[in-house]
């Protein structure tokens, strides 16, 4: 059984920063591709950023330039780097992992909330 445990959110003035961590834990053989979604209220979850275990990135248009993901293989753990927030970034917060386990399968962490206040 794999669980992805997510920390760092909370409430912050729009300018402001957030560094979200998720760690993976379990019977884990390696980890493909991470990344974050958000889902805002009444509204569908969305693409935030993902990171392949080649360190390749991908980010939504929204967040380019201020949101940055990195990755620790090691501690197979992901981070966004969440800069220059903004009241439109208020949302719940999921990271997500392909996982080798048994076999592979994608997993979600529980969430984590970001309100940010203008």
């Known amino acids: 059984q794999v669980q992805l445990v997510e920390s760092g959110g909370g409430l912050v003035q729009a300018g402001g920063s957030l560094r979200l961590s998720c760690a993976a834990s379990?019977?884990?053989?390696?980890?493909?591709?991470m990344g974050w979604y958000r889902q805002a209220p009444g509204k569908q979850r969305e693409l935030v950023a993902t990171?392949?275990?080649?360190?390749?990135?991908n980010y939504a248009d929204s967040v380019k330039g201020r949101f940055t993901i990195s990755r620790d293989n090691a501690a197979n753990t992901v981070y966004l780097q969440m800069n220059s927030l903004k009241p439109e970034d208020t949302a719940v917060y999921y990271c997500?992992?392909?996982?080798?386990?048994?076999?592979?399968?994608?997993?979600w962490g529980q969430g984590t909330q970001v309100t940010v206040s203008s």
């Open positions: 379990g019977s884990i053989v390696s980890i493909n591709n």
């Open positions: 997500t992992m392909g996982v080798w386990s048994r076999g592979f399968s994608e997993y």
């Open positions: 990171s392949t275990r080649a360190d390749s990135t």
